[in-house]
């Protein structure tokens, strides 16, 4: 049954923790409208109001090949990895995707696996049912839950933008992630009211306008005006 974001109360969302208290990815509102995310914080404290991305992709971990083949209604695949080992549960709430030959165009959620070494085979336990056979031609790519293991954005933005923190995120905590509504964030340069904001391409964790040129994709819009560099702007964030 589908059902709709968690309803916070207005300082939740400043709550961290060394447990998982939620899956990481869901979504909870406050009374107010702001949107957040859940995710867990990688080897490093997140700071406040900088914004926070994806782990890196593991290069070889992607295009790899399916080792056995796995019937339609089969809930592990094996494929071997490139020349990366990967830890346990690395995956775990992130998605197989099937990007070549048999099956591709299906995405499935993994619920974990083994540690596996470099060029190694690797079992991947899935939630959900193949619903097409996959064969030994088949390429897959693993993907991280993009509300996992979350570090700083780099000013060349190595992965998906995941949100905001609210408040400072200790290393390995889990906590919640400003994805939508106002919100305070690093600015680079001056910021006018109204204008489309993008990561900023000269100071980590920052946001920075537009211009006419830019392909970026835009994760929200300035709300008020700010010509101090380096300080905190009002922001309408729209990251999802």
Known sequence: MLTGPIQIQSNDWGVISSAQNQPLG???????????????????????????????????????AVAAAAAAGATQV???LGATA??????AGGYLNVIDSAGAGATYLIS???AASASGSLVVNLSEPITTALTTSSKVNLTTNPYSKLVI??????????????????????????????????SDGAITAGKGLKPSDLVTGAVEAEVDTDTTVR?????????????????YLRIV
């Open 78 to 80: 094996t494929v071997t």
């Open 112 to 114: 974990g696996h083994p």
């Open 26 to 64: 869901a979504s909870a509102e406050t009374t107010d409208g702001r949107v957040f995310k859940y995710g867990l914080a990688g080897a490093a404290d997140l700071a406040i109001g900088k914004l926070a991305q994806q782990a890196a992709v593991v290069a070889n971990h992607q295009n790899i």
């Open 219 to 235: 994760i929200g819009t300035a709300y008020n005006n700010n010509t101090v560099d380096t300080k905190y702007s009002a922001a």
């Open 86 to 91: 990967a830890t346990a549960n690395q995956y």
């Open 153 to 186: 954005s780099a000013v060349t933005t190595i992965s998906y933008i995941a949100g905001v923190p609210g408040i400072a995120v200790t290393a390995a905590y889990y906590g919640w992630f400003q994805v939508r509504g106002v919100a305070s964030v690093l």
